[in-house]
């Protein structure tokens, strides 16, 4: 990096741009160097001066005073981010280290695991104060930072415009203003509290008690957990008469909390609550996901927080005034679990769930082996629900391959073998395009809108969901349709990525 700019100096094009350094491996900061301006030299070694500017008499102040200023502070800063950090991680390691060193020899990998997960409770607890004290600072700093540079920008604009000094001032003080509601809140941001008494809702955590956790394939288990039911909302109890919420609800979500590491992950609970408050979740176990670890870690008896619920899926986000035709519900792994919520609401009176006119409802499943897919208790449900009422609800699932030492070979439900691309899609929804000539599909910039009214509910991993529907947009919100479906011709208005 410094020499890259040892070069540019030389070359005569210095840049203009702040350079990013390599992570301090303590801190794990990127140092900045920053370039000045051409219109303002100083000593680098200025920089280290202990003293403001501002204690000195001086009631003019020129930009260029100014301009030191503002870079005295950045570089304090800096300094003091950098310090904090430092000296956070290096007390962290050594309380870690020390945790670990006191493990017996024998302890096993899970030993370790656990140890490290109160360690890091615990460290939580410790250091919110510290850790509060410096946010607050750290804010206090960078504000009066930005309202120094601020006016140093605008300083040196009223030289070259006076006449329009007036206008700038009264931009400076919204710049002000809106740097002050985003960097200076006035209380600070805390975790959401926890109410064993009050109803479920998103603003507060409730404990739950775990009733049962089995495996369910790998890295797999189906987590049963029991709520007081007076706590329960009615949009999300079941009731006797039905199997499921009612039909066409909205799908709903719940955050789980792994209480250690203070830290939540949503998961989409197979049914709603029964009339006793239980609730199960088909849970996967990644190697870096902690809360999901964590929940296959919990036994029987165990307290599990949550809040919610949350509305996933509402039929009014995708209205459509004539009916949709077919529902088709595409999914991969345990993203089967929104859908699963939705049909089982089905199950127990399938004409009843429709009236009159019938929408038809297909879903397309992908595992990439045959051990992966959903545990019986999931998927015979839904095949019984398919070969009941073929003309309701149909159900296809693929998978990406079949090991020749699986112990599913021949003891598994309908499947294709390979992944789900256009042509298998195509053919589970009966679309015919092979009358569609190269010509046709060469000229149009998109195909041809099949006839049916259909709208896609896309729920699966995320290389998946880029591949069926386009990835999602910025900060997961819809983007735009792509992959397939979107080569297929369907747009927002059919499509939606949950």
Same mark, same amino acid.
């Given at each position: 990096?410094?020499?890259?700019?040892?070069? *540019?100096?030389?070359?005569?094009?210095?840049?203009?741009?702040?350079?990013?350094?390599?992570?301090?491996?303590?801190?794990?900061?990127?140092?900045?160097?920053?370039?000045?301006?051409?219109?303002?030299?100083?000593?680098?070694?200025?920089?280290?001066?202990?003293?403001?500017?501002?204690?000195?008499?001086?009631?003019?102040?020129?930009?260029?005073?100014?301009? *030191?200023?503002?870079?005295?502070?950045?570089?304090?800063?800096? %300094?003091?981010?950098?310090?904090?950090?430092?000296?956070?991680?290096?007390?962290?390691?050594?309380?870690?280290?020390?945790? @670990? !060193? %006191?493990?017996?020899?024998?302890?096993?990998?899970?030993?370790?695991?656990?140890?490290?997960?109160?360690?890091?409770?615990? =460290?939580?607890?410790?250091?919110? !104060?510290?850790?509060?004290?410096?946010?607050?600072?750290?804010?206090?700093?960078?504000?009066?930072?930005?309202?120094?540079?601020?006016?140093?920008?605008?300083?040196?604009?009223? +030289?070259?415009?006076?006449?329009?000094?007036?206008?700038?001032?009264?931009?400076?003080?919204?710049?002000?203003?809106?740097?002050?509601?985003?960097?200076?809140?006035?209380?600070?941001?805390?975790?959401?509290?926890?109410?064993?008494?009050?109803?479920?809702?998103?603003?507060?955590?409730?404990?739950?008690?775990?009733?049962?956790?089995?495996?369910?394939?790998?890295?797999?288990?189906?987590?049963? *957990?029991?709520?007081?039911?007076?706590?329960?909302?009615?949009?999300?109890? +079941?009731?006797?008469?039905?199997?499921?919420c009612s039909s066409h609800s909205p799908i709903y979500s719940l955050f789980l909390k792994d209480s250690d590491i203070q830290v939540e992950r949503p998961y989409t609970p197979l049914e709603c609550a029964d009339q006793?408050?239980?609730?199960?979740?088909?849970?996967?176990?990644?190697?870096?996901?902690?809360?999901?670890?964590?929940?296959?870690? +919990?036994?029987?008896?165990?307290?599990?927080?949550?809040?919610?619920?949350?509305?996933?899926?509402?039929?009014? =986000?995708?209205?459509?005034?004539?009916? =949709?035709?077919?529902?088709?519900?595409?999914?991969?792994?345990?993203?089967?679990?929104?859908?699963?919520?939705?049909?089982?609401?089905?199950?127990?009176?399938?004409?009843?769930?429709?009236?009159?006119?019938?929408?038809?409802?297909?879903l397309l499943h992908a595992s990439k082996t045959p051990e992966e897919l959903p545990p019986p208790s999931i998927l015979d449900p839904l095949l019984k629900f398919s070969s009941e009422c073929p003309d309701i609800f149909?159900?296809?699932?693929?998978?990406?391959?079949?090991?020749?030492?699986?112990?599913?070979?021949?003891?598994?439900?309908?499947?294709?073998?390979?992944?789900?691309?256009?042509?298998?899609?195509?053919?589970? @929804?009966?679309?015919?395009?092979?009358?569609?000539?190269?010509?046709?599909?060469?000229? +149009?910039?998109?195909?041809?809108?099949?006839?049916?009214?259909?709208?896609?509910?896309?729920?699966?991993?995320?290389?998946m969901v880029n591949a069926i529907s386009g990835p999602y947009g910025r900060n997961y919100s819809q983007g735009d349709v792509g992959g397939i479906l979107g080569g297929m011709g369907y747009t927002s208005k059919e499509?939606?990525?949950?």
């Open positions: 990096m410094l020499l890259r700019r040892a070069i *540019l100096r030389v070359a005569g094009r210095r840049s203009l741009s702040d350079l990013v350094g390599p992570p301090d491996p303590v801190s794990h900061l990127r140092p900045v160097v920053y370039d000045s301006s051409s219109s303002f030299s100083f000593k680098p070694k200025l920089l280290n001066h202990p003293y403001s500017l501002a204690e000195f008499d001086n009631p003019e102040r020129s930009v260029e005073d100014l301009e *030191l200023q503002y870079k005295l502070q950045r570089q304090q800063l800096d %300094a003091f981010n950098h310090q904090f950090w430092f000296d956070a991680n290096t007390r962290f390691e050594a309380a870690k280290a020390s945790i @670990l !060193e %006191a493990l017996p020899d024998h302890a096993s990998p899970l030993d370790k695991e656990h140890a490290l997960s109160q360690f890091y409770r615990q =460290w939580l607890v410790q250091e919110s !104060e510290r850790t509060d004290a410096y946010t607050a600072e750290w804010r206090k700093r960078l504000f009066g930072l930005i309202l120094l540079g601020t006016r140093v920008q605008f300083q040196g604009l009223s +030289r070259r415009v006076s006449s329009k000094a007036p206008l700038y001032a009264g931009a400076a003080i919204v710049v002000s203003s809106i740097c002050g509601y985003l960097f200076m809140p006035s209380t600070p941001t805390r975790a959401a509290p926890t109410d064993p008494t009050a109803p479920l809702a998103v603003n507060h955590f409730t404990p739950t008690t775990v009733l049962a956790n089995e495996v369910a394939g790998p890295d797999t288990k189906i987590i049963t *957990l029991k709520v007081n039911p007076d706590l329960v909302p009615t949009n999300f109890l +079941r009731h006797p008469s039905a199997s499921g006793e408050g239980k609730m199960r979740f088909w849970v996967k176990r990644y190697d870096k996901g902690e809360v999901g670890r964590w929940l296959h870690a +919990r036994k029987q008896g165990d307290v599990i927080e949550l809040r919610g619920p949350v509305t996933t899926w509402d039929w009014s =986000w995708r209205p459509n005034e004539e009916g =949709w035709d077919e529902v088709v519900m595409i999914s991969g792994g345990t993203g089967i679990t929104p859908f699963y919520q939705f049909l089982h609401s089905m199950l127990a009176s399938p004409a009843k769930s429709h009236g009159d006119r019938q929408t038809q409802y297909t149909r159900i296809r699932l693929f998978v990406d391959s079949i090991p020749e030492d699986s112990p599913y070979v021949g003891n598994i439900p309908p499947s294709q073998v390979g992944r789900m691309g256009r042509a298998a899609i195509e053919s589970s @929804l009966n679309i015919n395009n092979q009358n569609r000539s190269w010509l046709t599909t060469f000229w +149009r910039k998109r195909p041809e809108q099949p006839q049916k009214r259909r709208l896609f509910l896309v729920c699966g991993p995320e290389p499509v939606w990525k949950l």
